[in-house]
């Protein structure tokens, strides 16, 4: 594993971030819950020091079952715990963003108690509610940070504009945007971020899985699947697009003694400088063996220009 600075906080991360909204149930390879225990045990063995969760990764179940696994393996301690708040799941794949005061309180108490843990490395605003002032939600972080509960705070799926005005009113330490070979849209403001001192943590970094190479044709997938709604490049025009990039990938794999695709996507966006961690999503032992291993070697710029002008010719849109 290799590990960076996570921006000013004092904190150094993994690399790879563990992400848990497939973990808990997002509505897509289910697992047993003793496989999804031991995927997370898996990734903290192989020097994954960094997880993210959420409340409103089913509804607390993600986070329970970090909780649970941590506590087994009695390594809370050593892990840099990330959750979220202000984003509630209703369930049938629906959620509502809630940036008032007391909502963020209680939903880090809640938490808290899903994690079984008395304080919680970084707590981010999910989503951005614009309907709720940001001086509201950044006084209920900075009072959650004054009690201890929460160590650093920071934001998800906030453009510039709404980073620099919540930013008026606390300190932001964090952010976390949708990043990959597939979706460069952020990469303005993330450098911008990196540049302030924040830790940026890149969420999707496998696009969703279509890095992976395991989809080579449309797929359909069932109807609560979320990645229907989530991941666009699933569908046409994206999916033949992205096929095009996936084969300049299978020929750097080639000419690496066949290298998993996932690990081309990952240092791709891990040795980006202003990528602190990347966030990547996997259920089983296996998967995740095979990316923690990406973190044993490294593109070179010949492959990372071989990549980009790539993601240029077919994806230039993105
Ligand atoms: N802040 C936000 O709004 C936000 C939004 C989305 C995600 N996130 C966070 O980011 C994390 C990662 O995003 P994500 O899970 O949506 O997408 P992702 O990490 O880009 O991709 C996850 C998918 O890739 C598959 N996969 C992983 N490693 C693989 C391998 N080596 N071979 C084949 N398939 C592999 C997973 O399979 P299995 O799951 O079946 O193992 C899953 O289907 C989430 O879990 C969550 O923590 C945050």
Request: net charge negative; with cysteine; charged share 25%.
């Amino acid at each position: 594993m290799r590990y960076k600075e996570f921006g000013k906080t004092g904190m150094k991360v993994s690399e790879m971030a563990l992400g848990t909204w497939g973990i808990g149930g997002a509505g897509w390879d289910d697992n047993p819950e003793e496989i999804r225990i031991d995927a997370i045990c898996t990734a903290v063995e192989n020097g994954v020091n960094f997880i993210d969760t959420a409340p409103a990764y089913n509804a607390g179940a993600a986070e329970c079952l970090v909780g649970k696994a941590l506590k087994q393996s009695g390594t809370r301690q050593r892990v840099i715990v990330a959750t979220k708040c202000g984003n509630f799941y209703m369930g049938n794949g629906t959620y509502v963003r809630d940036g008032h005061y007391d909502k963020i309180i209680q939903q880090c108490d809640d938490s808290l108690k899903n994690l079984q843990t008395d304080y919680i490395d970084l707590m981010l605003i999910h989503w951005p509610d614009v309907n709720t002032d940001f001086a509201e939600t950044a006084d209920a972080l900075n009072a959650l940070k004054k009690s201890g509960k929460v160590l650093h705070i920071g934001v998800s799926n906030f453009t510039r504009e709404q980073m620099e005005e919540i930013g008026q009113y606390c300190t932001l330490e964090a952010y976390q945007p949708q990043y990959s070979m597939v979706v460069r849209t952020n990469e303005e403001q993330m450098k911008w971020a990196a540049e302030q001192g924040m830790g940026v943590m890149t969420y999707g970094s496998l696009g969703g899985g279509i890095l992976t190479g395991a989809f080579r044709k449309l797929t359909t997938f069932e109807a609560t699947d979320s990645r229907n709604r989530f991941y666009k490049h699933f569908q046409e025009p994206m999916f033949s697009k992205v096929m095009k990039v996936l084969e300049v990938m299978d020929r750097i794999s080639a000419d690496r003694d066949n290298v998993p695709l996932s690990q081309i996507a990952l240092n791709w966006c891990a040795q980006k400088e202003f990528v602190s961690s990347c966030i990547v999503g996997a259920q089983s032992r296996r998967k995740i063996e095979e990316n923690c291993a990406a973190y044993q070697w490294m593109l070179t710029s010949e492959e990372i220009a071989l990549l980009d002008a790539a993601i240029e010719q077919y994806l230039v849109e993105q």
